[in-house]
């Protein structure tokens, strides 16, 4: 394919920014987003009540959770995990007002994990702040079997469902949160190309 | 029109094939000798006799053969049938438009008697005689779209309208070009013709959706769209491309001619009136690179047209393994004369 061909469903990521007009502020993030979280606060700290939502991850490259806790004067939480972070979200939801803004940070399967929550009460992903943080792994859909693997790393990807190799291409589907992975060798079977790490 | 229905295949032993006839009201796709994306969007409020373009849903020979297709594919993945939950009432838009129209445009075949809310629609062909209460979902045995669109042939992406978009939010796709609505629903208009090369930097999608946010209910509009696929196959789905995959090695300068299949989509696109959305058929229209010479006409442009396409496309579209083949195959037939402008077969 020629070069400047790109395919529009791949999201862009930017960095997160304050929005201006809001009765509240929510910032749900996970392991290295804990930086973009410090670049949001650094930015300024709102008026408007604000909840901050982080998964520590031990692995992370500097001890986030401990700086979010002196720079972040309320409505802090921290969660030890992911799923943590997600039920939180989940039963905290309801009682945020309409004018509220959200702002995530993290892998790409851990926004889309947040936004399939803010969906469910209507908030639509494009006035969501999304920053993609620490990692570029992709959340692959197998489009033979239906599986969706997570923290893939590769291109050419074993399906962990069917066992086909897959390539992943760059259409993404944000109500699976995923890429879509296709039988690489389906024309010719055992011709896979070797696989190398694109998305580390 | 020829009503007798075929038994027929379009998997497996492949035995589907076009009469004369069919062949002759092809909607054979290319009015010149070179071919590049447009909107190319026509009102779609009738046309000649005997055209597929003379009823608002075309129903032909191969009728009762492609619905047995769906049902197979449905029987092996239910998931090609999509609702999200919103989409109720598109849902019986959809039920409304499919029987009104049948009945209306055929029937001998179909029969819809409405009393209120109580309707009983009579498919002959398919042998259904359903007793229903419009807008009552317990009265059919499954989803309104999905019944209905069981019953006739294309597949049906229905687009939900907001924020100035159209979404995938309901489809029956069966018998796709490579593309997966389970994996494209809930898509906005842009993202699910995102791997579309070329028709981005023409501009075209912006123009596409600006003009279908303004269709208006009762003027329908429709557009041609093509691609090439081997064997007379309709669920050409990503899903089963393990399948369907090795057959695109398979062509040989001997079997070109049966082999590869130029494949037209009739797409046609309504406003329906208690949802708001739109319903898009994607109808497709199969026939052999032998079935189109009958018509050196249509020979000679075919010739051209593959020849001049443009690198992506042919990529896109999954050319690349048998396209010169088929040139090689045409060129005999290219005398060189000039052809005038227009797609009829003489």
């Given at each position: 394919m020629e070069r400047g061909y790109w395919i529009r469903s791949k999201p862009l990521y930017d960095s997160l920014v304050w929005k201006q007009k809001a009765t509240g502020h929510v910032v749900i993030a996970q392991g290295e987003g804990g930086i973009a979280v410090l670049k949001l606060f650094q930015q300024m700290c709102p008026r408007e009540p604000i909840t901050l939502l982080f998964a520590d991850d031990a692995s992370t490259s500097k001890n986030y959770a401990d700086i979010i806790h002196t720079l972040v004067p309320e409505g802090v939480q921290i969660c030890d995990s992911e799923q943590a972070v997600l039920d939180k979200l989940q039963a905290q939801l309801p009682n945020y007002l309409m004018g509220t803004q959200f702002y995530v940070a993290g892998s790409e399967a851990f926004i889309w994990d947040v936004l399939a929550e803010l969906k469910v009460y209507g908030v639509q992903d494009i006035n969501v702040e999304k920053e993609l943080s620490g990692t570029l792994a992709r959340s692959v859909y197998c489009v033979h079997c239906k599986t969706t693997d997570r923290d893939v790393h590769h291109s050419i990807h074993q399906c962990s469902g069917c066992g086909r190799h897959l390539f992943v291409r760059d259409h993404f589907s944000r109500r699976l949160g995923a890429y879509m992975g296709v039988m690489v060798d389906a024309e010719e079977p055992g011709n896979i190309p070797a696989k190398e790490e694109i998305y580390p | 029109m020829n009503m007798a229905f075929k038994q027929e295949t379009f998997r497996d032993d492949y035995t589907y094939h076009n009469s004369a006839e069919a062949i002759r009201r092809f909607p054979f796709p290319f009015a010149e000798d070179e071919y590049m994306y447009s909107v190319n969007i026509e009102q779609h409020n009738g046309g000649e006799p005997g055209s597929v373009f003379e009823h608002a849903i075309d129903v032909d020979e191969h009728y009762v053969a492609e619905c047995e297709d769906r049902r197979i594919v449905l029987e092996d993945d239910p998931n090609r049938y999509i609702a999200l939950p919103h989409m109720m009432d598109a849902q019986w838009d959809m039920v409304e438009l499919v029987m009104e129209s049948l009945s209306r445009d055929y029937p001998d075949l179909f029969q819809l008697t409405r009393d209120g809310d109580n309707w009983h629609w009579i498919n002959q062909p398919l042998g259904i005689d359903q007793k229903f209460v419009f807008g009552d979902e317990a009265t059919l045995p499954m989803q309104p779209c999905e019944y209905i669109t069981r019953q006739v042939q294309g597949d049906w992406i229905i687009l939900d309208q907001r924020d100035d978009d159209l979404f995938a939010d309901l489809g029956m796709v069966t018998s796709q070009a490579d593309w997966s609505m389970a994996f494209d629903a809930g898509m906005s208009f842009k993202e699910w013709h995102g791997p579309v090369p070329q028709a981005n930097e023409l501009g075209i999608f912006d123009r596409a959706l600006k003009y279908l946010l303004h269709l208006q209910y009762?003027?329908?509009?429709?557009?041609?769209?093509?691609?090439?696929?081997?064997?007379?196959?309709?669920?050409?789905?990503?899903?089963?491309?393990?399948?369907?995959?090795?057959?695109?090695?398979?062509?040989?300068?001997?079997?070109?001619?049966?082999?590869?299949?130029?494949?037209?989509?009739?797409?046609?696109l309504f406003r329906l009136p208690r949802s708001n959305a739109i319903a898009f058929s994607v109808r497709g229209y199969l026939a052999s690179i032998n079935d189109l010479t009958t018509y050196p006409r249509w020979a000679k442009r075919l010739h051209r047209v593959l020849t001049n396409l443009h690198p992506d496309l042919s990529e896109y579209k999954g050319l690349d393994n048998y396209r010169q083949m088929v040139i090689d195959h045409l060129a005999p037939m290219d005398d060189g004369e000039e052809l005038a402008l227009g797609t009829q077969p003489e």
């Open positions: - | 009762g003027s329908p509009v429709r557009r041609l769209n093509w691609t090439m696929t081997i064997n007379p196959r309709l669920d050409t789905s990503p899903e089963n491309y393990p399948f369907w995959g090795p057959d695109n090695v398979s062509v040989t300068p001997d079997n070109v001619g049966d082999k590869v299949h130029l494949r037209v989509e009739l797409q046609a």
